[in-house]
């Protein structure tokens, strides 16, 4: 047997492995993580709950998932999402987004026959999770086969008429032009640009939670955040290949794991959504350093710097790791020294420079740099240069200090009467 013949048994032994753990879990109930549509019938044909949609442009699949407000998503309370503040978004969409009520927002996924994007790849199963007065709903569009993609798109477009904003997770980058090209193959409009604002929360949670935790996946921040553990949920990279079997074999009892990882996922970004966003609005109320951090970083960039200087004492002062905290007291003297807080900014590389860290030469050299040019003091500059040269020999210092003893010796010239060269 090669190489290929065994990659090939070994992925198919994954999928029925993920298939048993899914029929064993699912013996005697078909609700999913929440409840199914009530009364949705199960084709014996396909095995999937849901009914077929006739549109002028054929016809595809639709199930919807129902997730009731008095259930709870990990620590999330499912039916606070219908009390979010209609303004919830605007800070970290920095004011771009509509000032909505949270029925206005639609929770787009997207499942599809491979991870790389580009024209040939489709998307077969599309989700859009929305916040009701009753609870959280997950319409699902699925194309039993390729010719059933226009269709599956018509109705997207129709379902998503009365949504403002978009929410996605990597949707920027991936989901949404994703779709546009295939509504572009299909000669059809995009539905996207009608809308208000696209909120990517990728990118919040990133700003939030990338120095605290290894990696910032959905389903991570789902485990980490929420406290919502998963059990036989399906590999992402093995869900092209259930549903190549699928269009292969035509039993879909194998993709329902699919259409449930889908419907998780749609709701923990609808959960995340209600943390992610107030935490832009009120950064103040962060306790843990590294989330701090994450913040006042973000601040600098679109904020005022002072705002963001409170931010990076907090996180100083909340406890960082010990590569973080060096990095951060070396930020905030670049920051003191923007803001024009001379003092303070060399206090901090005085600190800085004094003791073992990995900014301690860049500290001595720019205590140099202030000897030189601000307080007009060459030998005092020339002490701290020779001082970065005993912990790194460079030759950009040794070319300073050859500099400053020019320098040096031109002084005492000038000083002793001597010719001035």
């Known amino acids: ?20 753990r899914f029929a064993e879990k699912h013996a005697n109930s078909e609700k999913c993580s929440g409840a199914a549509a009530e009364g949705a019938p199960d084709p014996h044909e396909h095995g999937l709950s849901g009914q077929p949609v006739e549109t002028e442009h054929g016809s595809h699949w639709e199930t919807e998932m129902f997730y009731p407000s008095h259930r ?50 489709c998307a077969f199963l599309v989700g859009v999770g929305r916040i009701t007065a ?42 949404q032009p994703l779709l546009e090209t295939r509504y572009r193959m299909n000669r059809a409009r995009p539905p996207f640009s009608r809308m208000d604002h696209h909120v990517d929360l990728l990118y919040g949670a990133r700003r939030l939670w990338k120095l605290r935790y290894e990696s910032c996946r959905l389903v991570e921040l ?38 449930e990882h889908n419907a998780l996922d749609i709701l923990t970004l609808a959960c995340l959504t209600g943390i992610v966003p107030q935490v832009f609005r009120s950064p103040r109320e962060l306790r843990h350093g590294v989330e701090i951090l994450g913040m ?73 740099k202030h000897a030189e040019h601000r307080t007009k003091d060459p030998a005092r500059a020339l002490e701290w240069t020779r001082a970065a040269i005993e912990h790194e020999d460079t030759p950009e210092l040794r070319h300073r200090e050859e500099r400053l003893l020019r320098r040096a010796a031109k002084h005492r010239s000038t000083a002793a009467g001597g010719p001035v060269l």
């Open 222 to 259: 789902e485990t980490q955040v929420l406290g919502y553990e998963r059990v036989g949920d399906v590999p992402g990279s093995i869900i092209p290949a259930l549903y190549f079997d699928y269009i292969r074999t035509r039993r879909g009892a194998p993709l329902k794991p699919v259409f």
């Open 296 to 368: 006042a970083r973000w601040m600098l960039q679109t904020g005022d710097p002072a705002d963001a200087r409170v931010l990076f004492e907090r996180a100083v002062n909340a406890g960082l790791p010990d590569d973080l905290l060096f990095r951060t007291l070396w930020e905030l003297t670049a920051l003191d020294r923007k803001l024009g807080d001379h003092e303070r900014c060399l206090t901090g590389r005085t600190d800085l420079a004094g003791a073992k860290n990995p900014y301690r030469v860049r500290a001595m050299e720019e205590l140099a």
């Open 72 to 121: 709870r998503h990990g620590t999330a309370d499912i039916g606070a999402l219908a009390d979010l503040p209609h303004d919830l978004l605007q800070a970290i969409s920095e004011g771009a987004a509509p000032a909505v009520p949270p029925t206005e927002w639609a929770f787009l996924d997207t499942e599809t026959t491979g991870l790389a994007g580009g024209t040939g790849t």
């Open 134 to 175: 009753e609870g959280f709903r997950v319409r699902q569009f699925f194309m039993r086969d390729y010719g059933e993609e226009a269709s599956l798109l018509a109705a997207l477009t129709e379902h998503l008429q009365p949504f403002r904003v978009l929410i996605t997770y990597n949707g920027r980058t991936f989901d």
């Open 1 to 20: 047997m090669n190489d290929l013949q065994q990659q090939l048994e070994a992925l198919r032994e994954r999928v029925a492995r993920v298939n048993q």
